[in-house]
């Protein structure tokens, strides 16, 4: 296959994909990153968009057998944010034109937390009358909930499905008859019936995982008309049943990570490539496998950042996996520090814009 037929092409197949996330020569891939970057640049600009991400709490009910939080790591402070200091943090990003708001926690699915959520939403849509987009990252739920959430004002959700190999996820999953994948892939459909601007995206490197199943997982998105994705490496976290395999079957070398970085960046690309106009976030994954991750990613096409505006004191508590970036740091200095990284890639952040995916207003009819 020659590479620069398939970057001229107007529409991507399976096995070009696959073509292109096997890349290695430095050469080829400059060329593929470079053709990505020129994609951002005809249906995005060269604005890249901020959401303030707080981790506002790491209690979880699940136990997902590669995350450093999952509910059996007896090892981990559990946190819940004071109310205070959530309506705090939120106003601090409005206050410092993020424009977007993403709160993120473990899943908890009872009337607690989800009235809880519902109310914290109403107070930061308060916060400069509606000035702050605001996304959600609270796991599955019912329809009823997403509807409630959606009502109380969030407008966009992201729910990873983690691997579009159903086989491959519950190898990932505890097999208790409570981590299906099809209930995962519902809730992306219940999400979309009820409105949001929908985001879902995959694990990188996972073991098992082949380059025609993350061509498959592209083939996803674009199969449930998805907006915003956000994706990245898999990260080995120590205190982990996949991490201890990982680690005991010698798979976790600086060659190997040298890999599920190149595989996270060549997914960034691919998929700019054949979706064009969705948003894409670069990862903090990514900087845990190399000081430079994101700003790779951006260059190769990705649009988002998700700068940390977690509370310091339970930085260290909210850890999906090791080497997790910016734990030093408080939200001024990881304002600054992706401010600096942005320029540095001859970007400009899109202050006090909200940055919605095109893609979304450019399929409302195909919206359920
Ligand atoms: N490495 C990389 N990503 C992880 N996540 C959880 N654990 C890890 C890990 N060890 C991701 C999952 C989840 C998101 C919140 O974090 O994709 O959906
Ligand atoms: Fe919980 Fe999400 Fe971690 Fe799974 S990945 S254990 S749902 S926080």
Same mark, same amino acid.
């Given at each position: ?27 080829? +891939?400059? &060329? ?26 790491? @209690? ?27 309506? !705090? ?18 899943? @908890? ?15 930061? /849509?308060? $916060?400069? =009358? ?68 929908? =985001? ?17 997982? $592209? ?6 008309? $998805? ?5 990245? #490496?898999?990260?080995?976290? !120590? ?14 070398? #600086? ?8 595989? =996270? ?6 998929? @700019? +490539? ?7 976030? &670069?990862?903090?994954? +990514? ?24 509370? #310091? ?10 080497? /997790? ?13 992706? &401010? ?7 970007? @400009? ?8 995916? #095109? ?10």
């Amino acid at each position: 296959m020659d590479l620069q037929t398939v970057l001229h092409k107007d529409k991507l197949n399976k096995e070009d994909l696959v073509f292109l996330l096997g890349l290695t020569d430095p050469q080829d +891939l400059q &060329a593929f990153y470079a053709a990505a970057y020129a994609v951002k640049l005809e249906y995005i600009g060269n604005v890249d968009f901020y959401r303030g991400l707080l981790e506002f709490s790491n @209690r979880c009910i699940k136990n997902c057998r590669y995350c450093g939080i999952r509910r059996g790591n007896t090892e981990v402070v559990r946190f819940d944010t004071p109310r205070e200091d959530i309506l !705090h943090m939120a106003r601090w990003c409005y206050e410092n034109h993020y424009g977007s708001l993403c709160l993120q926690s473990g899943e @908890r699915q009872d009337e607690a937390f989800i009235s809880y959520v519902e109310g914290l939403i109403r107070d930061i /849509k308060r $916060i400069g =009358g509606g000035a702050l987009g605001l996304t959600l990252c609270c796991g599955e739920q019912t329809e009823a909930t997403y509807r409630r959430w959606f009502e109380a004002g969030a407008h966009r959700y992201l729910l990873r499905i983690e691997t579009s190999n159903p086989a491959l996820y519950a190898a990932l999953h505890p097999q208790d008859g409570h981590h299906e994948w099809q209930v995962r892939k519902d809730c992306l459909d219940a999400l979309a019936r009820t409105g949001w601007q929908v =985001g879902t995206g995959v694990m990188i490197g996972l073991p098992g995982q082949t380059l025609e199943d993350l061509a498959d997982d $592209i083939l996803f998105y674009e199969a449930q008309n $998805i907006a915003m994705i956000g994706m990245g #490496p898999y990260v080995v976290h !120590h205190n982990t049943p996949i991490g201890n395999e990982v680690v005991a079957a010698g798979k976790d070398s #600086p060659a190997d990570r040298e890999r599920r970085l190149r595989l =996270g960046i060549n997914m960034v690309a691919a998929t @700019r +490539l054949y979706l064009k106009d969705v948003n894409i976030a &670069a990862t903090t994954a +990514l900087q845990a496998l190399h000081p430079l991750g994101r700003e790779m990613a951006l260059k190769a096409g990705a649009n988002i950042l998700m700068p940390l505006v977690t509370l #310091p004191r339970f930085r260290t508590q909210y850890q999906l996996y090791d080497n /997790k970036p910016c734990l030093e740091d408080g939200q001024e200095e990881c304002k600054n520090c992706l &401010a600096s990284r942005v320029a540095s890639i001859g970007d @400009r952040v899109g202050w006090d814009q909200w940055g919605d995916s #095109p893609h979304f207003f450019n399929t409302l009819d195909r919206q359920p």
